[in-house]
Protein backbone atom coordinates (compact mmCIF):
# COMPACT_ATOMS: atom_id res chain seq x y z
CA UNK A 1 0.00 0.00 0.00
CA UNK A 2 1.26 3.44 -0.97
CA UNK A 3 1.60 5.40 2.09
CA UNK A 4 3.09 8.77 3.39
CA UNK A 5 3.26 8.66 7.70
CA UNK A 6 3.99 12.43 8.81
CA UNK A 7 5.51 12.75 12.21
CA UNK A 8 6.85 15.52 14.28
CA UNK A 9 4.25 18.19 14.55
CA UNK A 10 3.79 20.43 18.20
CA UNK A 11 3.24 23.51 20.03
CA UNK A 12 6.61 25.36 19.58
CA UNK A 13 6.68 29.41 21.22
CA UNK A 14 7.48 31.76 18.12
CA UNK A 15 11.08 31.79 16.86
CA UNK A 16 11.51 28.36 17.99
CA UNK A 17 12.43 25.43 15.40
CA UNK A 18 10.82 22.31 14.89
CA UNK A 19 11.53 19.25 11.96
CA UNK A 20 8.90 17.00 10.23
CA UNK A 21 9.58 14.35 8.78
CA UNK A 22 8.02 11.91 6.60
CA UNK A 23 7.78 8.24 5.92
CA UNK A 24 7.13 6.94 2.61
CA UNK A 25 6.64 3.21 1.73
CA UNK A 26 4.51 1.21 -0.94
CA UNK A 27 6.53 2.78 -4.17
CA UNK A 28 10.51 3.34 -4.91
CA UNK A 29 10.45 6.64 -3.08
CA UNK A 30 13.90 7.58 -4.52
CA UNK A 31 12.44 8.27 -7.92
CA UNK A 32 9.60 10.56 -6.89
CA UNK A 33 9.97 14.00 -5.87
CA UNK A 34 8.46 15.45 -2.87
CA UNK A 35 6.63 18.31 -1.29
CA UNK A 36 5.40 19.83 1.45
CA UNK A 37 1.83 21.49 1.37
CA UNK A 38 0.13 23.40 4.66
CA UNK A 39 -3.32 24.34 5.69
CA UNK A 40 -3.43 26.92 8.55
CA UNK A 41 -6.82 26.13 10.66
CA UNK A 42 -10.50 27.21 8.49
CA UNK A 43 -7.83 28.01 5.49
CA UNK A 44 -6.70 26.87 2.33
CA UNK A 45 -3.71 24.92 0.60
CA UNK A 46 -0.59 26.49 0.74
CA UNK A 47 2.15 24.91 -0.83
CA UNK A 48 5.38 24.95 0.77
CA UNK A 49 8.62 23.37 -0.67
CA UNK A 50 9.62 20.91 -3.35
CA UNK A 51 12.63 18.57 -3.38
CA UNK A 52 13.57 16.60 -6.42
CA UNK A 53 14.25 13.07 -6.32
CA UNK A 54 17.93 12.64 -5.68
CA UNK A 55 17.85 15.72 -3.29
CA UNK A 56 19.82 18.15 -5.57
CA UNK A 57 16.97 20.96 -6.77
CA UNK A 58 14.95 22.61 -3.75
CA UNK A 59 12.23 25.24 -4.08
CA UNK A 60 10.40 27.03 -0.91
CA UNK A 61 7.19 29.21 -1.07
CA UNK A 62 8.42 33.21 -0.46
CA UNK A 63 6.52 33.03 3.41
CA UNK A 64 9.37 30.38 4.26
CA UNK A 65 12.46 30.96 2.24
CA UNK A 66 15.63 31.38 4.31
CA UNK A 67 13.70 29.56 7.69
CA UNK A 68 12.74 26.28 6.32
CA UNK A 69 14.66 24.04 4.45
CA UNK A 70 13.41 20.44 3.09
CA UNK A 71 15.88 17.44 2.61
CA UNK A 72 15.39 14.03 1.96
CA UNK A 73 17.13 10.70 2.72
CA UNK A 74 16.73 8.25 0.38
CA UNK A 75 17.61 5.09 1.65
CA UNK A 76 15.59 5.79 4.91
CA UNK A 77 12.52 6.36 2.02
CA UNK A 78 12.43 9.73 4.11
CA UNK A 79 11.64 13.54 3.67
CA UNK A 80 12.43 16.24 6.11
CA UNK A 81 11.39 20.02 7.08
CA UNK A 82 12.96 21.75 9.24
CA UNK A 83 11.75 25.03 10.44
CA UNK A 84 13.40 27.55 12.04
CA UNK A 85 12.32 31.12 13.43
CA UNK A 86 8.63 30.38 13.68
CA UNK A 87 5.86 32.88 13.22
CA UNK A 88 2.19 32.60 14.66
CA UNK A 89 1.24 32.26 11.11
CA UNK A 90 2.88 28.95 10.06
CA UNK A 91 0.76 27.18 12.26
CA UNK A 92 -1.10 24.92 10.31
CA UNK A 93 -1.71 21.11 9.21
CA UNK A 94 1.47 20.08 7.12
CA UNK A 95 1.03 17.37 4.73
CA UNK A 96 3.75 15.63 2.75
CA UNK A 97 2.52 14.91 -0.74
CA UNK A 98 4.03 13.36 -4.27
CA UNK A 99 2.27 12.59 -7.29
CA UNK A 100 2.87 9.16 -9.00
CA UNK A 101 3.10 8.67 -13.29
CA UNK A 102 -0.81 7.95 -13.46
CA UNK A 103 -1.69 11.33 -12.37
CA UNK A 104 0.54 13.90 -14.38
CA UNK A 105 1.86 15.87 -12.13
CA UNK A 106 -1.19 16.50 -9.56
CA UNK A 107 -0.61 15.29 -5.75
CA UNK A 108 -2.46 11.72 -5.91
CA UNK A 109 -0.52 10.89 -2.91
CA UNK A 110 -0.95 12.40 0.01
CA UNK A 111 0.10 11.78 3.97
CA UNK A 112 -2.57 12.61 6.92
CA UNK A 113 -0.87 15.54 8.49
CA UNK A 114 1.05 16.64 11.07
CA UNK A 115 -0.20 19.52 13.61
CA UNK A 116 2.14 22.75 14.14
CA UNK A 117 1.08 25.63 16.46
CA UNK A 118 3.37 28.69 16.76
CA UNK A 119 2.20 29.87 19.75
CA UNK A 120 3.31 31.92 22.85
CA UNK B 1 -5.38 36.28 -1.73
CA UNK B 2 -4.80 33.31 -3.55
CA UNK B 3 -3.09 33.20 -7.15
CA UNK B 4 -6.05 31.11 -8.36
CA UNK B 5 -9.32 32.25 -7.53
CA UNK B 6 -13.02 30.55 -6.28
CA UNK B 7 -15.76 31.33 -5.21
CA UNK B 8 -16.11 30.93 -1.80
CA UNK B 9 -19.13 28.52 -1.44
CA UNK B 10 -21.57 27.21 -3.42
CA UNK B 11 -24.98 24.81 -2.68
CA UNK B 12 -27.30 22.58 -4.62
CA UNK B 13 -30.12 19.97 -3.92
CA UNK B 14 -29.60 16.43 -4.10
CA UNK B 15 -29.56 15.47 -7.70
CA UNK B 16 -28.73 19.09 -9.22
CA UNK B 17 -25.84 20.10 -10.80
CA UNK B 18 -23.12 22.80 -9.50
CA UNK B 19 -20.20 24.41 -11.17
CA UNK B 20 -17.36 25.07 -9.19
CA UNK B 21 -14.97 28.12 -11.46
CA UNK B 22 -11.54 28.55 -10.58
CA UNK B 23 -10.13 31.72 -12.47
CA UNK B 24 -6.17 32.38 -13.06
CA UNK B 25 -4.28 34.53 -15.31
CA UNK B 26 -1.93 34.58 -18.18
CA UNK B 27 0.74 33.37 -16.20
CA UNK B 28 -0.95 30.48 -14.89
CA UNK B 29 -4.05 28.48 -15.98
CA UNK B 30 -3.72 30.97 -19.82
CA UNK B 31 0.13 30.01 -19.63
CA UNK B 32 -1.17 26.48 -20.89
CA UNK B 33 -0.52 25.01 -17.36
CA UNK B 34 -2.69 21.97 -16.00
CA UNK B 35 -5.52 22.52 -13.66
CA UNK B 36 -6.05 19.84 -11.04
CA UNK B 37 -8.68 19.60 -8.50
CA UNK B 38 -8.92 17.74 -4.88
CA UNK B 39 -11.73 17.02 -2.32
CA UNK B 40 -11.68 17.58 1.40
CA UNK B 41 -14.16 16.18 3.46
CA UNK B 42 -13.99 17.49 6.86
CA UNK B 43 -11.29 16.06 9.28
CA UNK B 44 -9.26 14.48 6.28
CA UNK B 45 -6.65 15.32 3.96
CA UNK B 46 -7.47 16.16 0.19
CA UNK B 47 -8.13 13.38 -2.13
CA UNK B 48 -7.23 14.12 -6.07
CA UNK B 49 -10.53 14.54 -8.21
CA UNK B 50 -9.52 15.88 -11.51
CA UNK B 51 -6.03 15.79 -12.98
CA UNK B 52 -5.22 17.20 -16.33
CA UNK B 53 -7.89 19.49 -16.45
CA UNK B 54 -10.42 16.88 -17.50
CA UNK B 55 -9.03 13.37 -16.20
CA UNK B 56 -10.47 11.23 -13.56
CA UNK B 57 -8.66 8.80 -11.23
CA UNK B 58 -9.80 5.97 -10.52
CA UNK B 59 -12.24 5.17 -8.38
CA UNK B 60 -13.92 9.14 -8.92
CA UNK B 61 -17.34 8.54 -10.27
CA UNK B 62 -18.14 10.29 -13.76
CA UNK B 63 -19.96 12.73 -11.54
CA UNK B 64 -17.22 14.65 -11.81
CA UNK B 65 -15.94 16.11 -14.50
CA UNK B 66 -13.44 18.95 -15.54
CA UNK B 67 -12.65 21.67 -18.52
CA UNK B 68 -10.23 24.14 -18.93
CA UNK B 69 -10.95 27.22 -21.25
CA UNK B 70 -8.30 30.93 -21.71
CA UNK B 71 -7.14 31.55 -18.06
CA UNK B 72 -10.03 29.45 -16.26
CA UNK B 73 -11.07 26.08 -15.23
CA UNK B 74 -14.21 24.81 -14.27
CA UNK B 75 -15.25 21.71 -11.67
CA UNK B 76 -18.85 20.09 -12.71
CA UNK B 77 -20.80 17.81 -10.49
CA UNK B 78 -23.67 15.97 -11.39
CA UNK B 79 -26.59 14.08 -9.49
CA UNK B 80 -25.42 15.68 -6.21
CA UNK B 81 -25.16 13.31 -2.98
CA UNK B 82 -24.85 14.05 0.42
CA UNK B 83 -21.42 13.20 0.90
CA UNK B 84 -20.54 15.17 -1.92
CA UNK B 85 -20.44 18.38 0.44
CA UNK B 86 -16.91 18.88 0.97
CA UNK B 87 -14.52 21.44 -0.02
CA UNK B 88 -12.90 21.83 -3.20
CA UNK B 89 -9.61 23.09 -4.95
CA UNK B 90 -7.96 24.03 -7.91
CA UNK B 91 -4.36 23.89 -8.76
CA UNK B 92 -1.84 24.43 -11.14
CA UNK B 93 1.36 26.23 -11.86
CA UNK B 94 2.61 29.96 -12.18
CA UNK B 95 5.97 31.17 -13.93
CA UNK B 96 6.08 34.34 -11.64
CA UNK B 97 6.11 32.25 -8.49
CA UNK B 98 9.38 30.65 -7.09
CA UNK B 99 8.41 26.56 -6.95
CA UNK B 100 5.30 27.55 -9.03
CA UNK B 101 2.52 24.98 -7.62
CA UNK B 102 -0.46 27.73 -6.77
CA UNK B 103 -3.85 26.69 -5.65
CA UNK B 104 -7.39 28.00 -5.86
CA UNK B 105 -8.86 29.76 -1.95
CA UNK B 106 -11.09 26.70 -1.83
CA UNK B 107 -15.17 26.18 -2.28
CA UNK B 108 -17.47 24.95 0.27
CA UNK B 109 -19.87 22.96 -1.34
CA UNK B 110 -23.32 22.98 0.59
CA UNK B 111 -25.44 20.00 -0.28
CA UNK B 112 -29.00 21.32 0.84
Known amino acids: EVQLVESGGGLVQPGGSLRLSCAAS????????MNWVRQAPGKGLDWVSYISSSGGTTYYADSVKGRFTISRDNAKNSVYLQMNSLRDEDTAIYYC?????????????WGQGTMVTVSS | QSVLTQPPSVSGAPGQRVTIFCTGS?????????VHWYQQLPGAAPKLLIYGNTNRPSGVPDRFSGSKSGTSASLGITGLQAEDEADYYC????????????FGGGTKLTVL
Open chain 1, 26 to 33: GFTFSTYT
Open chain 2, 26 to 34: SSNIGAGYD
Open chain 1, 97 to 109: VTYSSSSDDAFDI
Open chain 2, 91 to 102: QSYDTSLSGSVV
